[in-house]
């Protein structure tokens, strides 16, 4: 069974990262206001980004690793934007 990590674009501009067992499913939950928390007064959300994980270890540990990124980092994420990506990545290093 693949898991997902996932970011979504809410409705005021923010972005909320998150990881699933199934993607489909828990997207309406989020589009239906079924699921309290962040996204909840921040509807109607949109999928921006996900990746396919073998474990839920994994896109739990992308889900925590994206989350902790800065917004220009993410919309490099979005964009598939690999450079640039990169180089943001040096830049909070050094």
Not at 41 to 56: C, I, K, M
Not at 67 to 94: H, P
């Amino acid at each position: 069974m693949p898991f997902h990590a996932y970011l979504l674009r809410c409705n005021d501009g923010s972005y909320y990262a998150g990881h699933t067992d199934n993607l489909e499913v828990r997207l309406a939950q989020h589009q239906s206001g079924l699921l309290p928390g962040y996204t909840l007064g921040r509807l109607p959300v949109t999928l921006v980004w996900s990746d396919e994980f073998a474990t839920r270890d994994e896109a739990f540990a992308a889900e925590r690793r994206v989350k902790g990124w800065s917004r220009a980092k993410k919309e490099a994420l979005i964009a598939g934007d690999w450079a640039r990506l990169r180089k943001l990545s040096r830049n909070r290093q050094g």
